[in-house]
């Protein structure tokens, strides 16, 4: 029945269309049938149905009129993810092109039911998009759960990221602060900054919009925190508009806090670099605070100057009949200003426009009924005091009871999140074991340490034990040695039988000395003897088998010297320039002179004796062209 009911221009077009079909693009078709080609594709196949039988050309233009069809339906889909492409593309410019995306996304609608799965979950993201960029409240939170649902198994990272971030805006209106805040940091958590996709302009917002919220529940330093993130990923992704919001969200943190010079400098940073990058309008949001921090430091001047250059943009902020929303605190300094400089009057007309104020809140009120009474103070006008005292009491008790009550619900709720403890401890669990297994690493290498420590330090123990047994023996045997010398000395005229007996005796000590030095004879023998017997080279020996050895720089040169001087043909000999000993050489040859064993030079000389080895095999080498240490000892005696 309907198909007769057409109208002679249906008819006109869906001739034209047949008889004509190479003049039509995709697009055009299109554009011509709109949403009503399934409509006009029944009439199409119920005229040609009574032409079937006429000619092949006939059949033939039902083929291509079905074909045609069938890619308009797939043109549809493309001239669908266009206009959402679009949208997308134009929200992001001010809010007036995000009410003008809405608006696009808007005529789209009646095409929705015929669109993908994925393309309906697209359209409802960029939906919930546009209508936050264009102050939209949001009134439910069930299309927005589906849109997370759908891009937690589908889709990318950012656009995970912009369902969760905007599943927290709707919370945020819905007045749902710990959910708002769960899905800020979900979103928070997906974002990948050391990837080349991640889109920082979004993380900004999230950020951003975090900040606000501890703003508004009365967390300064979480207002702070979050809003410096906000300004570093917004100087990432260039937009430097949202890094100077940013600041603006910051210095009112830094306000809470009481820190005027923090809020001073920040402030003023954002608008000269507004001013410097010809930012236009966004140079006189936030002059505000630095009107208010003026006026408590009673700097008029330049609290004037910056409510002047407020006055340049009137239509904004200042105007002369209503007050508009967000700008009542404003009203209230230029009120402060005008009675800080006298102008009392002035200030009480802009007091009393905040009361004129559409959605005024309690803190308005508080802020409006101060002035004044501040104000009918100066005028010394009695009654006038009396009245705005007891409203600014009253909306003092208003504003606080609100403000208290507000207050508490956002602080508990903002930090009570049990789940972000859950969350936190399940991944303190899972780190758990690797921890613990870096621990226990840690603890066997220095239990191993401490293990090799232990027997290193007993091996030099027994080492320094046994050249300590060596020394003993070899002091015990000089000792003898000096005391048969002096007894010969004592008896050498007058007791020849005696001196006999002694010298058997030397001979038998000498033999004895010569086991450990391998000596051979020496041409300088008394000689050698006193130098054996000097006090000073005792006291060296005394060192080398004592508990520790402590030799200092002028003993060292002391003795050089009394070997020097004593053994002037042996000095010359080991100084030879084609000798070449270095310095250490030369004394160990002088210690060995003096009839010192490896184990005395070892503690002298505090290193250890397979060094000593080697110093003796070079000094052996150089002096006497012999390889070896064994023979140095004779050879240096025979000098």
Known sequence: MLLHLLVPLEEDIIRFIVVSPRLFSKTSLNDILGSNKKYYFCILYKKYAMMRRKTTYNFLQI????????????????????????????????????????????????????????????????????????????????????????????????????????????????????????????????????????????LSRIHGAMGDLYSVGSSPLMTIKETRLAAKYAWLAKDTLAAVAAYRTQASGYYNLGNSDSVLSISLNAHHFCMKNAL??????????????????????????????????ADQFITPSQVRRGSELLYYNIGRYYCGIGKVDEG????????????????????????????????????SISKYAQLFVNANDSSYRHSTVESMYNIQSMYDYQHFQQRALKAQTENQLLWLSMALGVVVLFFVAVVVFLYIRKQMKQRKAVLAGINADYNKVLDEYKRSVADLKMIENNFEQYRQKKEQEIQQMNLALNSFHQVGENENWMTEISLLDNELVNHFHAQANGVSCKISDSEWEKLKSLVEKQLPDFIRFISAP??????????????????????????????????????????????????????????????
């Open 280 to 313: 236009g309008s966004e140079m006189y949001h936030g002059l505000n605070a630095i009107i208010d921090v003026y006026i408590n430091r009673k700097d008029y001047k330049r609290a004037g100057y910056y409510i002047q250059m407020m006055r340049q943009k």
């Open 63 to 202: 083929v291509i009129i079905t074909v045609l069809f069938l890619l308009v339906s797939c043109g549809g889909n493309r001239f669908v993810d266009s206009k959402m492409a679009s949208a997308d593309s134009l929200m992001d410019v001010c809010q007036d092109s995000a009410q003008t995306a809405l608006a696009m996304l808007d005529s789209l609608k009646a095409q929705k039911p015929d669109m993908s799965k994925a393309q309906q979950m697209h359209y409802d993201l960029i939906y919930a998009k546009a209508m936050n960029k264009s102050f939209v409240d949001f009134t439910t939170d069930s299309v927005m759960k589906r849109v997370v649902a759908y891009y937690d198994r589908h889709g990318s990272v950012n656009e995970r990221m912009l369902a969760y971030y905007l599943l927290g805006c709707v919370y945020r209106d819905l007045q749902d602060a710990p959910a708002s805040l769960d899905n800020y940091y979900k979103a928070v958590e997906l974002a990948d900054t050391t990837s080349a996709s991640c889109d920082y302009a979004l």
């Open 578 to 639: 084609d000798k070449r000993l270095t310095d250490r050489e030369y004394l160990v040859a002088i210690l060995v002179k003096l009839h010192f064993i490896p184990s005395e030079l070892s503690l002298l000389l505090g290193v250890g004796s397979q060094q000593i080895t080697n110093i003796r095999s070079k000094i052996n080498s150089k002096l006497f062209g012999k390889s070896g240490a064994k023979t140095l000892d004779a050879n240096i005696w025979r000098i």
């Open 348 to 383: 009480i007309g802009y007091f009393h426009k905040i009361l004129t104020a559409d959605h005024i809140t309690f803190t308005h009120k508080e802020a409006a009924y101060g002035g004044l009474h501040t104000a009918y103070q100066l005028k010394g006008i009695p009654d």
